[in-house]
């Protein structure tokens, strides 16, 4: 089953993304459920098998495109379909709110993610994507 995450997911959530290597010392991921899961144009959504969280993606509408971060599956888990599975949920998702196209970032070099997304249909975009820490970003 996948629906909504609660804020009870969150060490859940956040020890999945772990698990999966999806976590940098920059970014604070309870701070960015708690965020996803305070507005109204995005959430957090889970897989569950019985109590247990076995899938998340990460989802929301910039008011101009639709991303997905966070889009992860346990170890134990992983080739069976789940990945898919979120990822088409994150799409309902945005289409329920009218997001004409959804968007996310693959960090270079992940050739296991980069293939996911290909088997999926998602396209590489012309793009360069620039960034800049606003505050505390020395050292990084």
């Not at 144009?41 to 969280?53: E, F, H, M, N, Q």
């Not at 998702?93 to 996310?104: I, T």
């Not at 996911?116 to 793009?127: C, D, M, S, T």
Request: aromatic residues 8%; contains cysteine.
């Amino acid at each position: 089953m996948i629906e909504a995450a609660s804020a009870a997911d969150a060490a859940a959530v956040v020890a999945l993304w772990r698990d999966c290597g999806l976590t940098r010392p920059w970014n604070d991921p309870h701070a960015d459920f708690a965020l996803a899961l305070g507005t109204a144009t995005s959430t957090v959504l889970v897989a569950r098998a019985g109590a247990d969280v076995t899938g998340s993606a990460m989802v929301g509408f910039d008011g101009h495109r639709g991303w997905v971060y966070y889009l992860a599956v346990a170890p134990d888990r992983q080739r069976g379909g789940l990945g898919r599975a979120l990822m088409a949920a994150a799409e309902a998702w945005l289409r329920a709110r009218g997001v004409p196209k959804v968007q996310l970032m693959v960090r270079e070099g992940n050739a296991a993610a980069l293939g996911f997304y290909e088997a999926l249909g998602l396209e590489r975009q012309p793009v360069v994507v620039f960034g800049r820490f606003l505050e505390g970003d020395e050292g990084r």
